[in-house]
């Protein structure tokens, strides 16, 4: 995070800060949400934190705005470095979807249409990643097939969660909860172990 100053460029990018307390004591580096295609640009978000670094709010700005406050654009270009430099190290997994930026779709048997593969990335501020399966689930039903998904992950890093789905029979819905990964380097070896455990899954495991 970077220490919130009142005389520099985030004074005017603040200004319109969307938070009922006080300005922010830090705020984060640049993230790139989805594009807007009726402003014709790229938009930047920057969250704020208080002195005990709890989010308090986030605003957002367009690309020539923060150019025009900021000589030097190392806040944009170090955030649209670090974008590239994620997508060329994951290209060999998989693809990030067009219509959200942080949907990682793997590319499992060589189909990228599996949503088995389909994941959630979230850069942090610092440098890390979050990597998890929420949002995207799977389903299984038999007792057999349940144990079959514990042999595959058994001793990974990765927590399969099971959530009673109640229906008429028996039915679970699983999701591998959020893990965070210090830098791209261990990012990208996490991928490319989960990618082979859900390959695993799809050779062996009958999905509902």
């Known amino acids: 995070m970077l220490r919130y100053e009142p ?3 985030m004074n005017a990018l603040l200004k319109n800060f969307n938070s009922d307390d ?3 004591f830090y705020v984060s580096q640049f993230s790139i949400p989805l594009k807007n295609e009726t402003l014709g640009e790229q938009m930047f978000e920057v969250k704020g934190y208080d002195k005990e670094g709890i989010e308090i709010g986030s605003c957002n700005a367009k690309e020539s ?3 025009y406050f900021s000589l030097s654009n190392q806040l944009i270009d170090v955030t649209l470095k670090r ?7 994951l290209k060999e997994y998989g ?3 067009a219509e959200d930026d942080s949907l990682f779709e793997m590319n499992l048997n060589h189909s990228i249409e599996n949503e088995l593969g389909m994941i959630d990335i979230f850069p942090e501020a610092n440098g890390s ?3 998890e399966k ?3 689930s799977f389903y299984v039903s038999e007792y057999r097939k349940i144990e079959k998904l514990f042999s595959i992950f058994y001793g990974s890093v990765f927590s399969l969660k099971f959530n009673r789905v109640f229906v008429k029979w028996v039915r679970y819905e ?4 959020s893990l965070k990964v210090a830098d791209l380097s261990e990012l990208k070896e996490t991928l490319r172990t989960l990618s082979i455990l859900l390959e695993k899954v799809d050779h062996q495991v009958n999905l509902d």
């Not at 974008?83 to 190290?89: G, V």
């Open 95 to 97: 693809n990030f979807s």
């Open 174 to 177: 699983v999701t591998i909860s």
């Open 22 to 24: 006080a300005l922010p």
């Open 7 to 9: 005389e520099n460029i």
């Open 83 to 89: 974008e590239t430099e994620l997508k060329e190290a």
């Open 65 to 67: 705005f923060l150019r």
């Open 129 to 131: 990643y979050i990597l």
């Open 134 to 136: 929420t949002r995207v």
